[in-house]
T-cell receptor
Framework: KQEVTQIPAALSVPEGENLVLNCSFT??????LQWFRQDPGKGLTSLLL?????REQTSGRLNASLDKSSGRSTLYIAASQPGDSATYLC???????????FGKGTRLHILP | EAQVTQNPRYLITVTGKKLTVTCSQN?????MSWYRQDPGLGLRQIYY???????DKGDVPEGYKVSRKEKRNFPLILESPSPNQTSLYFC???????????FGQGTRLTVV
């Protein structure tokens, strides 16, 4: 059964720093991986989607990488800002049964 | 504006009283799904639908029903709610299962 793990569960960094969030998965038979952002009391917003055949995707200050064979993805945030404070979740879409499995998220706090 | 709309946003009900949470999307998406989010457990998929009249169980379908009579609507039905179904529920849609997902704002359900 697919398990998606995000480490660390929580992270606090000073404004301006570059940071990396990690996501690992146990079953490499994925179709794609998405990174989401969730603000308190709100729904999820898709940040980046990486297909299994891709190595990385970039959007503004965000860069997501995927190493399917080793079951890992990272979300790199450059020049962090207080507005980046949120919970970041990764999710994998499984080939065999069309299900989506989420990690439990990393709660990020950017200190002004 | 492209969006996924859930109603109600907040609901308190009593054990055993049937309820329906509605979900509607205006993007002509084929894939729709329901999730529940619980502290320490993260987001878990309840049901999903690949297209009209096609629905399948996710990881935690027990105690829930869904229907997909029209492409835009995907209601979640709790025939006999129990306190362990107290949770934050999200509906999501995407053009296909393999593309960016859009989430509703969530429904906070309390069953007493």
């Amino acid at each position: 059964k697919q398990e998606v793990t995000q480490i660390p569960a929580a992270l606090s960094v000073p404004e301006g720093e570059n940071l990396v969030l990690n996501c690992s998965f146990t079953d490499s038979a994925i179709y794609n991986l998405q990174w989401f952002r969730q603000d308190p009391g709100k729904g999820l917003t898709s940040l980046l989607l990486i297909q299994s055949s891709q190595r990385e995707q970039t959007s503004g200050r965000l860069n997501a990488s995927l190493d399917k064979s080793s079951g890992r993805s990272t979300l790199y945030i450059a020049a962090s800002q207080p507005g980046d404070s949120a919970t970041y979740l990764c999710a994998v879409f499984m080939n065999r049964d069309d299900k989506i499995i989420f990690g439990k998220g990393t709660r990020l706090h950017i200190l002004p | 504006e492209a969006q996924v709309t859930q109603n109600p946003r907040y609901l308190i009900t009593v054990t055993g009283k049937k309820l329906t949470v509605t979900c509607s999307q205006n993007m002509n998406h084929e894939y729709m799904s329901w999730y529940r989010q619980d502290p320490g457990l993260g987001l878990r998929q309840i049901y999903y639908s690949m297209n009209v009249e096609v629905t399948d169980k996710g990881d935690v379908p027990e105690g829930y029903k869904v229907s997909r009579k029209e492409k835009r609507n995907f209601p979640l039905i709790l025939e006999s709610p129990s306190p362990n179904q107290t949770s934050l529920y999200f509906c999501a849609s995407s053009r296909t299962p393999y593309t960016e997902a859009f989430f509703g704002q969530g429904t906070r359900l309390t069953v007493v």
